[in-house]
Nanobody, 124 residues
Framework: QIQLVESGGGLVQAGASVRLSCVVG????????MGWFRQAPGKEREFVAAINWSGDNIVYADLVKGRFTISRDNAKNTVYLQMNALKLEDTAVYYCARGVDSRAAMTEELYDAWGQGSQVTVSS
């Protein structure tokens, strides 16, 4: 059974930076796309960023483009989300997920394993 464990969240001030990590256990992430999603209170989960298996195809949601950076280290079975210039509206639980294949995707249905989430709270 694959396991995804996010870490790095917390309480930060607006304008600050945070880096989330997602370590995948029991299965290699090589060959699979990885993605980050988030869910704010009272809202549906939404796409944030995705990276294909080799790291040369990356997609971002418009709301985070230019501020967030997704990256991966296949040797460490780890995916990262660097979040800069955080805004109050970035407050959410952030989830990493493994894709069903190698292609970066924006829809939840194309991910088949999820972490438990990491809370990021941005304060003014």
């Amino acid at each position: 059974q694959i396991q995804l464990v996010e870490s790095g969240g917390g309480l930060v001030q607006a304008g600050a930076s945070v880096r989330l990590s997602c370590v995948v256990g029991r299965r290699s992430i090589s060959g699979y796309a990885m993605g980050w999603f988030r869910q704010a209170p009272g809202k549906e989960r939404e796409f944030v960023a995705a990276i294909n298996w080799s790291g040369d195809n990356i997609v971002y949601a418009d709301l985070v483009k230019g501020r967030f950076t997704i990256s991966r280290d296949n040797a460490k079975n780890t995916v990262y989300l660097q979040m800069n210039a955080l805004k109050l509206e970035d407050t959410a639980v952030y989830y990493c997920a493994r894709g069903v294949d190698s292609r970066a995707a924006m829809t939840e249905e194309l991910y088949d394993a999820w972490g438990q989430g990491s809370q990021v709270t941005v304060s003014s």
